[in-house]
C-alpha cells in the first residue's frame, strides 16, 4: 500500500452510489397506474422546433429544463434556445424546469453558489416569462451530492437525474431515476423492456434527451427515436405528463 487511497473512478463510483443511496425527500408512490414524461434537457432549439410539432400532434405536454446561460448562444455545432422560443413552449403548455443557470456540476459548488445559480435562473426566467415559478428541476450533467440534494430538492418539489431505472415503489424524489434516449443507453435498455416493467409496477416513467435533430448530437435523438418513444407509450396505455403533474398523481393522488 503506498497510500495513495483508491484510484479516483473508484473512488467516485463509490460516491455515486452513496449520493444514489441517500434519499432526501422519500415517498411511497400513489399510482394506480403507470406514467411517463418527456424531458428536454439544456433546450436546444431543436427541441422545441422538432419535437414540438410531434409532441403537439401526439397531444402531449412535456419538461423543457432551462439554462439561462444557454440563451441565444451556439455550442459545439448546436443551437440553443431564444427567449422567444422559451415563451412559445410555455405558452404552448409544456413545463419549465430548471437546470441551474450555469449549468455546472453541482458536486463542485458550494451551497451559495447553487443557490445564487438557482435564484439567478429563477430571475432569468421569471424575467421571459413573468410571474412563473419553476418547480421540477434536473441535476445538469446528471452529476448530484449529498449537500446538493438536501438544498434542491428543499426548493424543488422534483429532482431529476439520469441513473437510470423505473420509480417506483419508494421514490427518491430528489434524485429520479430516467432513461436517456441516446443509442448506447436504449441498447442497453430497450423501450419495450422498460414500458412492462412500468406496466408491471404501476411506475413512473422518465425519459430525457437533448437536441432533437436528422443527425443529434451524441446527446440527442433523432424524431423518429422520439416518435417511436410516444407511439409504444401510448399504444401501452401510459399517460404522458410533465413532471409537475407526474408528481401529483405520484405522492397525492
Known amino acids: 500500500m503506498n497510500g495513495a487511497g483508491p484510484p479516483t473512478s473508484l473512488l467516485n463510483r463509490a ?4 449520493t444514489r443511496a441517500w434519499a432526501s425527500r422519500a415517498v411511497r408512490s400513489r399510482l394506480a397506474a403507470p406514467v411517463a414524461t418527456i424531458t428536454f434537457d439544456d433546450f436546444p432549439r431543436s427541441a422545441w422546433t422538432r419535437a414540438g410539432p410531434l ?11 432551462v439554462s439561462g446561460c444557454f440563451c441565444e448562444r451556439a455550442v459545439d455545432g448546436v443551437e440553443y434556445f431564444c427567449r422567444e422560443d422559451l415563451l412559445a413552449v410555455h405558452e404552448a403548455g409544456h413545463e419549465i424546469g430548471c437546470h441551474t443557470f450555469g449549468h455546472q ?14 435564484d439567478r435562473n429563477a430571475a432569468f426566467v421569471r424575467d421571459v416569462l413573468g410571474d412563473v415559478i419553476m418547480t421540477s428541476f434536473a441535476f445538469p450533467h446528471g452529476d448530484a451530492s449529498i449537500p446538493a440534494k438536501r438544498l434542491v430538492s428543499s426548493r424543488f418539489a422534483a429532482c431529476r437525474g439520469v441513473w437510470a431505472g ?6 427518491d424524489l430528489s434524485q429520479l431515476k430516467a432513461f436517456g434516449l441516446e443509442a448506447h443507453v436504449l441498447a442497453r435498455y430497450p423501450l419495450k423492456k422498460v414500458v412492462a416493467e412500468a406496466k408491471a409496477t404501476n411506475g413512473w416513467l422518465i425519459f430525457f434527451t437533448h437536441d432533437v435533430a436528422d443527425v443529434p448530437s451524441p446527446w440527442g435523438c433523432t424524431p423518429d427515436q422520439l416518435k417511436e418513444l410516444i407511439a409504444l407509450l401510448t399504444d401501452a396505455g401510459i399517460e404522458i405528463l410533465p413532471m409537475k403533474n407526474a408528481i401529483g398523481r405520484v405522492a397525492f393522488t
Request: no cysteine.
Open 15 to 18: 460516491v455515486n452510489r452513496l
Open 55 to 65: 409532441l403537439e400532434e401526439a397531444g402531449i405536454r412535456a419538461s423543457y429544463f
Open 105 to 118: 456540476r453541482v458536486s463542485k459548488q458550494s451551497r451559495e453558489a447553487l443557490g445564487a445559480s438557482l
Open 166 to 171: 423505473v420509480n417506483a415503489g419508494l421514490i
